[in-house]
């Protein structure tokens, strides 16, 4: 976001899985005119309204899931949500189907075992630093693919 402000500048942003708000907070700084976080996990609401007060920006949260749902926004980011099947499914799905409704949906991907192979557009890679903690090596080559409408 912060290297591409044109591709959410003036826009309205979903942030799907948003975690720490570390996406919808680069949204909001590259000139977003609306964002909203989603995330269903209970300690994200806290850790996102510490990093949007540290950097001085708002983000509406939303504690809550909005696939299925039909969102009034221009652009949808997701992060790494192909690593568990039902959730690649229905993200796809609904992704998918956003797409078709004209919404741009972008998704961070570090090749995953359920990420898509076909129906996406390879929109650039990125040398994503990580912990062994919970990868298998301290940088990952993570892509940035666009879904394409059914």
Same mark, same amino acid.
């Given at each position: 976001?912060?290297?591409? =402000?044109? *591709?959410?500048?003036? *826009?309205?942003?979903?942030?799907?899985?948003?975690?720490?708000? !570390?996406?919808?907070?680069?949204?909001?700084?590259?000139?977003?005119?609306?964002?909203?976080?989603?995330?269903?996990? =209970?300690?994200?609401?806290?850790?996102?309204?510490?990093?949007? %007060?540290?950097?001085?920006?708002?983000?509406?949260?939303? %504690?809550?899931?909005? !696939?299925?749902?039909? !969102?009034?926004?221009?652009?949808?980011?997701?992060?790494?949500?192909?690593?568990?099947?039902?959730?690649?499914?229905?993200?796809?799905?609904?992704?998918?189907?956003?797409?078709?409704?004209?919404?741009?949906?972008?998704?961070?991907? =570090?090749?995953? *075992?359920? +990420? =898509?192979?076909?129906?996406?557009?390879?929109?650039?890679?990125?040398?994503?630093?990580? +912990?062994? %903690?919970?990868?298998?090596?301290?940088?990952?080559?993570?892509?940035?693919?666009?879904?394409?409408?059914?």
């Amino acid at each position: 976001m912060l290297d591409h =402000p044109e *591709l959410v500048a003036g *826009l309205r942003v979903a942030d799907f899985g948003t975690g720490s708000g !570390l996406v919808a907070i680069a949204a909001v700084k590259a000139g977003a005119s609306r964002v909203v976080a989603y995330d269903v996990d =209970p300690f994200c609401e806290g850790a996102v309204r510490l990093n949007t %007060a540290l950097n001085g920006v708002t983000v509406e949260f939303e %504690a809550r899931s909005p !696939l299925g749902e039909s !969102l009034e926004v221009d652009l949808i980011l997701a992060g790494d949500v192909f690593y568990q099947r039902q959730m690649a499914e229905r993200f796809l799905v609904w992704g998918r189907a956003m797409a078709g409704r004209g919404i741009r949906v972008l998704a961070g991907d =570090p090749g995953r *075992l359920y +990420s =898509p192979q076909a129906g996406v557009r390879d929109r650039g890679a990125h040398d994503v630093p990580t +912990s062994t %903690a919970i990868e298998d090596r301290v940088l990952m080559k993570t892509w940035i693919i666009e879904l394409l409408p059914e």
